[in-house]
């Protein structure tokens, strides 16, 4: 099996914790550079416009990621189909899928930012929005609604780019689109004074920028083996695309839901100033979690090619490497947030006393997750990516809505405010033990290291 080398690498080659490192890399820069939407969008409008409108962009901000949500099922279950027709050599009908499920995105995305825009005023008030909140909800949500179709194919084409071996292409359109975003922001709220509409523009712009140039890349490309051809049905393959992104678009549509709950609670245990804190939080979370889930994205296609060829030893050997990477940098995260913590609370909060104090006890509790969360996120990938879709989703449903909403529910009871700041904690803690018993229980099945029938070691 051919070593890599710092010039290539394919999903046949023998892969080093390096090796994996470097493969993955850019779709873990990637997800943060995505994540950071949100986090600068909230550090300008809390500076510039207030805690008030922050609070409201906090409390809305689900919204979107709950209509954007669809991008991670066919985006992670495509990626995995493409990658198998990859790894069979058969480019023309790698890029009969790639093309047509381009378009369901392009459609689907575009069906519920409609229902979205219709729905968006009764939706943030069931969310907790008050009389004050609810016009600032109003006005950034339905900006962010609309640039849901070009949210969505930012992400769809990253997982196709990744599966295509393409992932530092996707890397570099998503830090110009960034970098955009920052610049914008800083133009429109800092320069301009446009408020909450002006950072809800600036991220339209720059999602517009991340889902159109991987379109005209491809396009142009006769590098890339993902070709763009007449759009065909493609019922028989539906079915597994949306079983295998079942879990990712599970974890992702859970998520925003276990936001929403955050805040309502908070909303009605202390008001404004407690979903201040957790937009803090929620946005730290993002970057954070977005590490993981690089990580867990970039790996997919991996297993994906390593499961269809029968390299069943490669596979084991592969996912003991990144189960060892992700568990490390679980720790590595932790110490990073007691780095930052202190000084990120003031970016939001140094000009309020009580609101800084708040916003750090949150801090840390909430951070000590991060030292367990990333095995189940990559679990959860792992078995998708092999098509295991039942495993998949009962990990991201446990880890993303049961265990948190039932911490969120029960935890204030016996410990207050601090309860809520450890419901993530909790929730992860159990979703790590479901985790390690599937893995045990699975590990003949799906990843053992014995060589099966028709299997050529090496």
Known sequence: MRKLTTRDIRFSDHFTYGGLFRFVFPTILMMLFTSMYGVVDGLYVNNYVGKHAFAAVTLITPLPLLIGAFAYMIGGGGAAIIAQELARGDKKKAS??????????????????????????PLAKLMGADEEMLPVCMNYGRILVFSVPFYVLQN?????????????????????????????????VGVFDMGVTGAA????????????????????SKKVPLKFTRPEWIGEIMGPVFANGVSEFVSEIFHPLASVMYNYRLMRLVGLNGVAAYGVLMNVGFLFGAVFLGFAVGCAPIFSYQYEVKSFSELHKTFKKCAIFVVV??????????????????????????????????????????????????????????????????????????????????????????????????????????????????????????????????
Not at 182 to 187: E, I, K, S, T, W
């Open 201 to 220: 523009q600036a991220t339209v712009v720059s999602q517009l920028i991340g889902g159109v140039l991987p379109f005209i890349y491809i396009a142009a």
């Open 96 to 121: 009969r899928y790639f093309t047509s499920l381009t378009c369901v995105a392009i459609i689907g995305s575009f069906i519920l930012a409609v229902i979205g825009e219709i729905y968006l005023e």
């Open 329 to 458: 940098m679980g720790f590595v995260l932790y110490g990073i947030a007691l780095c930052i913590e202190g000084p990120f609370a003031k970016l939001f909060f140094g000009h309020d006393e009580a609101l800084l104090h708040m916003t750090e006890e949150g801090f840390s509790l909430h951070s000590k997750s991060y030292m367990v969360m990333g095995l189940a996120v990559f679990t959860s990938a792992f078995f998708t990516a092999i098509h295991n879709s039942k495993i998949s989703a009962l990990i991201s449903f446990l880890r993303t809505l049961l265990f948190e909403v039932l911490a969120i529910i029960i935890l204030p009871r016996f410990f207050d405010i601090n309860g809520i700041w450890a419901a993530s904690l909790v929730a992860e803690i159990l979703a790590l033990i479901v985790t390690v018993i599937l893995i045990s229980r699975n590990k003949k099945k799906h990843y053992d290291g014995s060589p099966k029938e028709g299997e050529v070691t090496t």
């Open 156 to 188: 769809v084409f990253q997982s196709f780019l990744t599966a295509a071996e393409r992932p530092k292409i996707g890397l570099a359109i998503n830090l110009f689109s960034a970098a955009v975003n920052l610049f914008l922001d800083f133009l429109f």
